[in-house]
Structures are given as C-alpha cells and as structure tokens.
C-alpha cells in the first residue's frame, strides 16, 4: 500500500504561480512512477504531469512551459512547480503513484485560479 498527501492548492490570480506538493509514504519501493492529474467541474480526470523513478517526464499540451514536474527520492516527494497559471487551469489536482499494476490515489488539492 502506498500512501499519498497533497498540499499547496490555494486561490491565485490569472499569471500567477503555484507549487504542489505530495508525499508519498508506505510501500514506496515498489513505486515507478508517479504523476499529478486534474480534475475540472464537468471534465474528465486527465493527466497532468508524470514522473518515473529514473526521471523520464511527461506532460499534457496544455501545460507544457508553464508546468515542471520533480522528484526529491530522498523525502519522497514529487513537486509540479506551476507558471503562468490560466483560468482554465481551475481544478482539483489529484497526486497519483503507479506500482506494476496498482494505483494509488490522493484526495486531492483544490487550484482555483481568478482573473
């Protein structure tokens, strides 16, 4: 089992930044790779950014430039550093880990950005 942790969603202004936070904890080892996803009012959940455990990064169109994802092994972190956040960037982004077959889930952490 895999235990996730979000925090740094908040209200920011349209250009603003914004950094996500998830700390992973439980069977960690098994984990190869871990991502972030969103989810707006109405939409579908859909990917984010992604990480593997040797640092291979992939990201959505929409987000690319503006989002960079990384990963602290040693605290069992991975971060999205978001830029130039856009109205349509207003969602509950979810942190995610992929071991083999299972996945695993965080509760999820409210972006709202305004103009």
């Known amino acids: 089992q895999v235990q996730l942790v979000e925090s740094g969603g908040g209200l920011v202004q349209a250009g603003g930044s914004l950094r996500l936070s998830c700390a992973a904890s439980g069977s960690i080892f098994s984990i190869n790779a871990m991502g972030w996803y969103r989810q707006a009012p109405g939409k579908q959940r859909e990917l984010v950014a992604a990480?593997?455990?040797?640092?291979?990064?992939n990201y959505a169109d929409s987000v690319k430039g503006r989002f960079t994802i990384s990963r602290d092994n040693a605290k069992n972190t991975v971060l999205v550093q978001m830029n130039g956040l856009k109205l349509e960037d207003t969602a509950v982004y979810y942190c995610?880990?992929?071991?083999?077959?299972?996945?695993?889930w965080g509760k999820g952490t409210l972006v709202t950005v305004s103009s």
């Open positions: 995610a880990a992929f071991s083999g077959a299972m996945s695993y």
């Open positions: 990480i593997t455990s040797g640092g291979m990064t």
